[in-house]
Structures are given as structure tokens and as C-alpha cells.
């Protein structure tokens, strides 16, 4: 399955990863990558892939790369099974909520989200876990 994820410090790289090896625990293949090596034309014949990107701007994506990369998932995401996954600091996840709304609006089934607040831990692992199983089972 392909993860493709943004990071800024490595908080959501490292998401990524645990992720991956949820996924990998599961009997699973993860390919994690980053973004700005990945076209959005390769997740167009997946059914199933995950996305991460940390709260930027104001409760944003990252605009130099996943804005549009997302931009670009948006036309094909009708009926994808999409997992979605970020840290972010002050805010609340306001902006994983409107990703995940975003998504929807485009057709995809948001298998789930996981927020961190800033590093990942225990807790986040396992949220990421439940995500393996969402996006796998
Ligand atoms: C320019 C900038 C904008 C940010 N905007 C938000 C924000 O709107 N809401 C929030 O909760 N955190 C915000 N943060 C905090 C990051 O989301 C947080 O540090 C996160 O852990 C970074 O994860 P990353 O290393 O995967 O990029 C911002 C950080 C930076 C540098």
C-alpha cells in the first residue's frame, strides 16, 4: 500500500513510518514515500493508500506540496479507500477535518484519520494501528 506523506520536522514522517509497519505487521507491503518523489498519477490505479501532511498555514495543508498533490487526488478519489494522518501543535485538527471533509466531497472513503500533537507516541501508534486494519482488513 502506498503512504505518501509531507513533514516539515519529521513528525508525520515518522507517522508514516508506523503506519507502514502497522501495515507490514498485518502481512501487508507499505511503499512510504514523500511526496515530492511520488506523482499523483501513481495512486490513481490503487484502491486503497494513505495520506499525511501536518497542520500548516492556518489549519492548512502544506501549500508548496500536498496542496496541490490533494488537489490532483481529488479527481480521481471517488470510491478510493483513503487513510489520512498528520501532527500538528496549537490548533484543535481543525485542519484534519476539513481534509477529511474535502475528501468525502470528492467520493473517497476516509477509512479514518489519526492527529498527533507534535511527536508521535504510544497512543498515536496505536491509532495508527486501527488505521492498518481499517485500510487492510
Ligand atoms: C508555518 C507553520 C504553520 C503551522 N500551522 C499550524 C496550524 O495551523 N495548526 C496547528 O495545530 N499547528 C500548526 N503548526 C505546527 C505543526 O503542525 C507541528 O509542529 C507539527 O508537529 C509539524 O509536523 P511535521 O514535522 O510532520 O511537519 C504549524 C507549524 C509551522 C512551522
Redesign the pocket.
Known sequence: MKIV???????????AQMLGEEIEKLGGSAEVEEVSSVSPSALEKETVFAL?????????L?EGEMEPFVQEVEKFASGKKIGLF??????????MRRWEARMKEAGADVAGTVI????PGEEDQEHLAELAKKLFG
Do not use: K, V
Not at 498528520?86 to 485542519?95: C, Q, T
Not at 498527533?116 to 511527536?119: G, Q, R, S
Open positions: 506523506y509531507w513533514s516539515s520536522t519529521g513528525n508525520t514522517e515518522r507517522m499525511g501532511c501536518s497542520a500548516m498555514g492556518d489549519e492548512e502544506d498528520g501532527s500538528y501543535d496549537w490548533g484543535d485538527g481543525e485542519w498527533a500533537n507534535n511527536e
